[in-house]
């Protein structure tokens, strides 16, 4: 990441008294923590294999990721997003000069659709969790936790909350950080890594799965891969409801003046909403990709 990532912030805050620590994510190139893992995919690319470009899928911070670091090593990219994916990350996506695919996310199949665009253009497909080098590449956010938060106190983090769709970021994290407890945090209805954890194997997002506003943590199904690592980590699950998501992007805003997006909320919100331990806690706000409108919405 050193050369075109950043290092993003460590924010010490307070709450109910409790000093804990928010790593800003939704400060990183592209507005989330996504260009780690498509950064480190892409540039692992033999560059013999780069003509044909990469397809990837995604709501749109992956996407967003994936296209900037194409643009950056010259590469064309296609994007398969949903229709109803917000404006600021489909406009962000465009903007770095990636062919977008729109589906509908309730009828079609995004990996379905991507698979074929890659088989046909001789593309490599680009998951947003399912794939080692994802995985490793949001690591380096728990390798600067590991770092910040011992230099800001003397001591190791005992725990970190991460925001969890795919659990990409949260897998990663209990890698880059091995002594920390991993809390994954889900939107009500859509905790699918969090049951699958109490089960001890995966359980998909139920049929009719309510509406949220986390649109970039709505994944279906976890990875085989992502759910392992974690479940051997001893990761646990928590959920949030939509107003305690709101309530968090309010807190980001008036107390941290940093702008969370609704899923890049989900660590802070069990936090305030006293569903995680703060002493010796670390949250992650993941992303800031969120349209203006929406926000104003969510926050008034």
């Known amino acids: 990441m050193a050369p075109v990532g950043v290092k993003t912030p460590l924010i010490q ?4 008294g409790e000093s804990v620590f928010i790593k800003a994510e939704c400060l990183q190139r592209t507005g989330s923590f996504k260009l780690r ?20 899928f995604s709501s749109g911070n992956h996407a967003q990721g994936v296209a900037w670091a194409a643009q950056r090593l010259g590469m064309p ?14 406009a962000g996506t465009r903007a770095s000069g990636a062919e977008i695919v729109f589906y509908d996310r309730l009828t079609e199949s995004r990996e379905a659709i991507a698979a074929k665009l890659a088989e046909e253009r001789g593309a490599v497909l680009v998951p947003s969790f399912d794939d080692p080098w994802i995985v490793e590449g949001q690591g380096t956010a ?24 795919g659990g990409g970021l949260s897998s990663g994290i209990s890698l880059g950080a091995p002594d920390a407890e991993i809390v994954v945090v889900e939107p009500e209805g859509w905790d699918d890594m969090g049951a699958s954890l109490r ?65 890049g909320a989900v660590a802070l919100a069990a ?28 926050t008034a």
């Open 77 to 90: 990219a296609v994007i398969v997003m949903p229709a109803d994916a917000p404006a600021a990350k489909v």
């Open 199 to 263: 089960r001890g194997e995966i359980v998909p997002v139920g049929p009719n799965p309510p509406a949220t506003a986390c649109d970039a943590l709505q994944t279906l199904r976890v990875a085989p891969l992502t759910f392992g690592i974690l479940e051997g980590r001893g990761a646990i699950g928590v959920a949030v409801s939509e107003a305690e998501v709101a309530t968090a992007m309010r807190f980001a805003f008036e107390r941290l003046k940093i702008v969370a997006e609704p899923g």
């Open 142 to 165: 728990g390798l600067e936790i590991v770092e910040q938060y011992r230099a800001a106190t003397g001591r190791e983090a005992e725990r970190i909350a991460v925001c969890c769709g």
């Open 271 to 298: 936090a305030l909403a006293g569903k995680v331990p703060l002493q010796g806690t670390v949250l992650l706000v993941s992303g800031g990709n969120v349209d203006p409108a929406r926000f104003r919405e969510l």
């Open 13 to 16: 805050a307070e709450i109910r």
């Open 37 to 56: 893992g498509a950064w480190w995919r892409l540039s692992s690319i033999p560059e013999a294999d780069r003509a044909a470009g990469v397809v990837a």
